[in-house]
C-alpha cells in the first residue's frame, strides 16, 4: 500500500474520473478539478459523439469492477456493414462473439462520475484550472484568465484534461520538451438517424456503418435510444470539401449523388448540416509526459489521436492500467513509477497514433476495394485455421492487450507477406486453397 | 508604391530590425517591440555567440546597399580547418574567393539598429509583448505577464520573436495550425580562446575550427578582437557528455583525453564551463505563418532550427528578401501577399531544418573519415572542370540563392551518384581519371 497523498486529477472526462477511482482505491485522497459544468446537471440530446469501447478499456474497467455495469449502456457492434452503390457487404471484425461496444460519451461520463463520487472521489467543476506550479504540484484556479487566481497545493497533480491540456501547455515550456500538433486536411460533422416510431433502428444496430466515397466517408454508430449518430468526414478545403457545400440545393444534391440510401433514414438532414459545426481532427504527440515525482499527465493530454480507429479512450484507460500495475511495483517511489510509466506507454501512444491515422484510408477507401477485401478474407481464412500463427492487425489492437507498437509492428510484417500472396496467379480463385495457406507459413518462416 | 500603414515589428533581433528597414524603405511607419533593454546601452564582452554570413544573407543587405557597411565588421572564413589527432587537414568551402564571414551577434544586432534608426524607424525596448489579438493586428503590452497591460493598434503586425514567439504563441491556439518542436539530444556550451598579447589570433582567423569526435565536437570561430568564440556541442546525458562533466578533474582529463592541442589556448576552461550555461538545440516548424491580411511570422518565430549550417540569419533574411519582392508584386493586396509568401517559403524553411540538423553528423563524423574526404576531393575536382554539371551541395545552399529546398534535392540526387563511384575500383588512386569523370557523366544524364 502506499502511502496515503493529497492527489489532484485535472479534468473530469472519462480518463480523469476513471483515473481518480483507481487512485482512491489505492488509499488517496482525490479532488477532480474541471472548467464546466457538471455533465450531469446539463441537458444534453440524447445524441453525442460515440465511442467504441474494445478490450483494452474493457479490461481497465473489470480490473476494477465496473465493467458489468458499463455494459449494460453499451451496444455490441461485431462488423463493418458498408455501402457502397446500393450493394451491403458485411466484414466481421472478428470471431464469433468478438464485438466493441457503441457507447454515447455522455451517458458513459455520467455513470463514471457517480461511480467515482461513490467511491469517495470529490469533484470541483466550474473550476477552472489555467496554471500549474510543477515543482510543487499547486493549480492556479480562477474565473478567468486575466482575472484573480487561487492557489491549491498538492502531493501530485494529474492532467486528464484532454488535447489542448492546460498542464501540458505549462511544461510545453520547459527545455527538452518535444511536442507536435498536426490537424488533418479532413474534418467532421454530427448528423443523426432518428428512431423509427417505435424505438427501434432503422439500420442494422449491431453494425458500424460506412459509406466509403474515398476522400471522403459517412459512418454511423447506433444509440441505445433507436437512433444513431452519423459523422461525415470529408475535407475542410477542395472538391468534395465542406467549404463547397455552401448552400440547402448543393448539400441536398451532394448526398442525392453520393449517399443515395440515406435519404429515408436522415430527414433533418439540411437543419442539422447547417447548425451542427464542423470539427477538427489533431494528432497529438509530446515527451515527456511527466515532471519529477509531481506531475504527470495521461490520455488525450498527451497522446491525442484521429478517431479512425476508435481508440482514444481505449488507450487512455490503457494508460490507466499500466500506471496502476507500475504503482504496485514501486510503492511510494513516484520517480520511478512516472519514469516507468511515460517510457513504457510513449511507443504505444505512438502506434496508436499511427494506426489510426492510417485507418482514415481503409475505412474511406479500402473498404470499398476488391483487392482489400480479398486479402481479408484471406487473412480471415488462415487465421481461423492457425489461430497460433496470424492474429489479425484489427483484432490485435482491438480484441487483444497485446502493445500498439507490437501490433503496428507485426501489421507492417504481415502486410508484406500478403502483398505477395495477392500476387499469386489466379489468387482469387485459389485463395482458400491449400497452397495458398503453405505460401503463407513459409513467409512467416522467414521473418 | 504601397499605401503607407501602421506597422508593428515584435522583436529587435536581426531578422525584425532588417524587416523594419525594409518595411519603412517601402513607406511604411514601423515601430519595432522588444522585451529586453537597447542592445547598445548593454555591457557586453567582446565575445558572443558567432554568426556566419553567406550569400542569402549579403543579398538581402546588398539589395538596400548595406552590405558594405556590415562586411567592415566580419571575418572572412573560406575553409574548415579539421583537428584530429595531431594532424590539420584544411578543407575549402568552396572556389577561390568564396567565403562565409564569422560576424559576433551583438556588433551585428548594435549596428543593424543603429541603420534602422537613421531611417527612421522607432524602437522601444522594454515594451513585453505578452498577447495579440490576431483579427486587428493589435499588440497587449505589460510589465508582467498577470500584471496590466496596454493594447496598442496597428495595421499590421510581423512577429519576429525569435524560436519561443509570443505572436506565434497565439496563432498556435487557432485550429489548423500545425507546430512542432524537437530538442536535440545534443547541447552546447561557449568557451573562449583569448587574442595573443599583440591582439593577434591564436589560429587561422580565416578558418572555421572543427574538432571532431563522433558524438561530440568543439568549434571555433574568430572574432575581430583576436579572441575565437569555442562552442563545445556534446549529447546532454550518456557516455561522453555534460551531465558526466561535473568536477575539474574529470573536465580536465577529458579535454586533454580529446582535445590535446587546445590546452595552450583555453587557458579559463575550468571557470568558463562551469560559468557558462548549458544550452539546449531545437527545431522548431510551424504553418500558417499568417493569420489573414494581419499577421505574419518571420525568421526564428516561423522555423527555428539548428546551427549546424551556419544558416538560422541567412534564412531569416532571405524571408525579407522573398518577402519585399512579393510586396512589389502585389501591392496593397496584403492577403495575396502573405499567402504566396508563406507558401513560397515553407518549403524552403524544412529544406534548411533538414540540411541543418544532417550536418552535425557531417561536422562531427565525416569531416575525420577518409572516404568523405576523397568524396569532397572528387566533387570539388569535377565540379571545377564541369560548373555546369556540377555544384556541391554546401555550395548550393551557402554561396547560391537557389531555394533550399532545391538544394536538399540535388545534394540527395548527387550523393546517389557518389555513392556508386566511391564503389569503383580502385576509386583511391584513379578519382581524379578520365574514367571517374565518364561515369559521373553517365550517372547524371540517367537522372
Known amino acids: 500500500m502506499q502511502k496515503s497523498l493529497k492527489i489532484a486529477v485535472v479534468g473530469s472526462g472519462l480518463v480523469g474520473t476513471l483515473l481518480a477511482i483507481y487512485l482512491k482505491r489505492a488509499g488517496h485522497t482525490v479532488h477532480v478539478f474541471d472548467r464546466s459544468p457538471d455533465i450531469r446537471k446539463i441537458q444534453f ?6 465511442l467504441v469501447m474494445s478490450n483494452r478499456g474493457w479490461k481497465t474497467l473489470k480490473d476494477i469492477g465496473l465493467d458489468e455495469e458499463i455494459k449494460k449502456i453499451g451496444i455490441p457492434v461485431d462488423k463493418r456493414a458498408i455501402h457502397t452503390g446500393d450493394k451491403l457487404n ?8 468478438e464485438a466493441i461496444f457503441s457507447l454515447s460519451r ?3 461520463n455520467r455513470k463514471m462520475i457517480d461511480l467515482a463520487e461513490a467511491e469517495g472521489v470529490e469533484f470541483f467543476f466550474d473550476h477552472k484550472v489555467w496554471d500549474v506550479t510543477l515543482s510543487d504540484a499547486s493549480l492556479h484556479i480562477g474565473e478567468t484568465e486575466r482575472g484573480e487566481w487561487e492557489e491549491l497545493k498538492y502531493d501530485k497533480v494529474f492532467g486528464a484534461d484532454g488535447a489542448f491540456s492546460r498542464v501540458r501547455h505549462r511544461m510545453q515550456r520547459q527545455s527538452m520538451f518535444n511536442y507536435s500538433q498536426e490537424f488533418l486536411k479532413i474534418g467532421y460533422k454530427e448528423l443523426n438517424i432518428p428512431a423509427n416510431a417505435d424505438g427501434t433502428h432503422k439500420l442494422d444496430k449491431n453494425s458500424l456503418h460506412i459509406w466509403p466515397r474515398g476522400e471522403f466517408m459517412l459512418m454511423a454508430l447506433a444509440n441505445p435510444d433507436g437512433s444513431f449518430t452519423c459523422t461525415l468526414f470529408m475535407p475542410h478545403e477542395g472538391d468534395n470539401s465542406f467549404e463547397n457545400l455552401k448552400d440547402k440545393e448543393t448539400l441536398v444534391a451532394f448526398f442525392a449523388n453520393h449517399f443515395p440510401d440515406t435519404k429515408e433514414v436522415i430527414p433533418n438532414l439540411v437543419e442539422d448540416f447547417f447548425k451542427n459545426p464542423t470539427s477538427y481532427l489533431v494528432t497529438m504527440k509530446c515527451f515527456p509526459w511527466t515532471f519529477e515525482d509531481k506531475v504527470a499527465l495521461i490520455g488525450d493530454a ?6 479512425f480507429y476508435g481508440h482514444g479512450m481505449n488507450a ?8 496502476s500495475e507500475i504503482m504496485q511495483k514501486h510503492g511510494d517511489d513516484w520517480e520511478t513509477i512516472f519514469k516507468e510509466y511515460e517510457e513504457s506507454r510513449k511507443p504505444n501512444a505512438d502506434a496508436i497514433a499511427e494506426l489510426s491515422y492510417r485507418n482514415f484510408m481503409e475505412m474511406s477507401s479500402k473498404t470499398a476495394d476488391e483487392k482489400f477485401l480479398l486479402q481479408k478474407k484471406i487473412e480471415k481464412h488462415f487465421s481461423e485455421k492457425y489461430p497460433d500463427k496470424w492474429m489479425p492487425l484489427y483484432s490485435r489492437v482491438t480484441f487483444s492487450s497485446h502493445p500498439y507498437s507490437e501490433a503496428l509492428a507485426m501489421g507492417d510484417f504481415q502486410d508484406g507477406i500478403m ?3 495477392l500476387e499469386m496467379d489466379d489468387i482469387e480463385n485459389i485463395w482458400d486453397s491449400k497452397e495458398v495457406e503453405e505460401r503463407i507459413i513459409s513467409l512467416l518462416n522467414h521473418k
Request: charged fraction near 20%; proline fraction near 3%; charge should be neutral.
Open 90 to 97: 458485411y466484414q466481421y471484425y472478428g470471431k464469433d462473439g
Open 419 to 421: 502483398k505477395q500472396v
Open 302 to 307: 498527451c497522446h491525442a489521436i484521429v478517431p
Open 106 to 108: 455522455g451517458l458513459l
Open 45 to 50: 440530446s440524447g445524441r453525442s459523439i460515440n
Open 316 to 323: 487512455g484507460f490503457e494508460d490507466i492500467t499500466i500506471l
